[in-house]
């Protein structure tokens, strides 16, 4: 059976080693020698100022619109992994969406505009499949109308957008450790910033609010991750460098045994150094998705349609017309590419998209 990802294990061997360190200190969470040392060399590896482990990506979030203090209306993207949509919800605001560009499939800039009332306090947008959104257009847009940027970085780990981390856009960005994603420590998340008081407040967030032992100054959450989980993600760091390559290259793979068939692919922003974190091909109709799926599903390989259904239809927020997001849900599909997945079995994957098509 092949999934549309599969989880990275390293040496088991390699995990024991930091297992028998924290039963040597009996020390297993409440940001132990192994959180600071994860946050440390992922601060690292990203080349970032600040950034805080935190238990998931989702709790990111959330964190992340707490901390900014963001009221009323959040203008986002419809085209995500639902957390982006009920984070917002969640933390009491009103999600607006704001259709996507059709080749980029990130929020489209330039109908953030129109959507803009004196409600609006922040844009959230997410970096789909890690390509990064127009970011300079939308610093702009937030600095005309005095709005915060958050931007969902679960799919970005990795990603450089002219030489820089692309987790240094926005007020905050978030990103997903869990253990379906690029770099994971099994579940986990971040959050990143530039400004020390922003770093302040969400590390006070993540730890019920205490800013000493006995006092407070918030309501927080329990947004901490243990010792267990950060061994996880400085075992995998170590195998970065060899997990990112092979995502290139199975792209090539993809790309090569593809070539003839007939699908669209998003539009990768100028100036990045991609992660390659997902293979999406966007089809010519739904109809042609679907027999595609059906034909990789009798042969036990399971491609996913990220995302489907558009994040407009669901049930706890406003109806909003999104024609262009409507339609590429409908038609885009992701190939399954994580590091065990062998050059054969892309091979044979791609034969049976092309025997579909040429039927
Ligand atoms: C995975 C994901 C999340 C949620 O992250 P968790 O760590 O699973 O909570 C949020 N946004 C996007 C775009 C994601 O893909």
Request: net charge negative; proline share 5%.
């Amino acid at each position: 059976m092949i999934n549309v990802t599969k989880p990275f294990l390293p040496e088991f061997s390699d995990y024991v080693k930091y297992l028998e360190s924290i039963w040597e200190r009996g020390w297993l969470t409440n940001n132990g020698p192994l959180v600071n040392d994860l946050e440390l060399k992922l601060k690292e590896f990203l080349t970032l100022d600040h950034l805080l482990y935190l238990s998931n990506g989702t709790i990111a979030l959330q964190i992340a619109i707490k901390a900014l203090d963001l009221k009323g209306e959040i203008i986002t993207t419809p085209f995500s992994y639902v957390a982006t949509t009920s984070s917002i919800v969640w933390e009491g605001c009103k999600p607006v969406f704001v259709d996507i560009d059709k080749s980029t499939l990130n929020i489209d800039p330039s109908k953030i505009k129109e959507k803009i009332t004196p409600q609006t306090s922040a844009i959230l947008a997410t970096h789909v499949y890690g390509n990064p959104c127009d970011v300079e257009a939308i610093d702009q847009i937030a600095k005309e109308h005095g709005l915060k940027v958050i931007y969902d970085g679960a799919h970005s780990f990795g990603v450089k957008y002219k030489g820089k981390s692309i987790f240094e856009f926005g007020d905050i960005s978030t990103t997903s450790f869990h253990a379906t994603k690029l770099f994971h420590t099994i579940e986990g998340g971040a959050v990143a910033t530039k400004d020390p008081a922003i770093l302040k407040k969400m590390a006070s967030l993540r730890n019920f609010g205490h800013s000493g032992p006995e006092t407070f100054d918030g309501v927080g959450v329990n947004g901490k991750n243990s010792e267990f989980h950060a061994a996880m993600g400085l075992v995998n760091l170590q195998n970065i460098g060899a997990i990112m390559d092979s995502r290139k290259k199975q792209a090539q793979v993809y790309d090569n045994a593809l070539a003839t068939l007939r699908v669209q692919k998003p539009q990768i922003q100028r100036n990045t150094d991609w992660n390659y974190s997902y293979y999406p091909v966007i089809f010519d109709t739904e109809e042609q998705l679907l027999k595609a799926v059906e034909v990789l599903n009798a042969h036990w390989i399971y491609p996913r349609r990220y995302f489907y259904p558009c994040l407009g239809g669901l049930p706890y927020v406003d109806k909003t017309e999104l024609p262009v997001t409507e339609d590429i849900c409908a038609r885009v599909l992701c190939l399954p590419m994580y590091y065990q997945l062998k050059n054969e079995d892309i091979e044979y994957i791609s034969r049976l998209l092309l025997r579909v098509q040429n039927h």
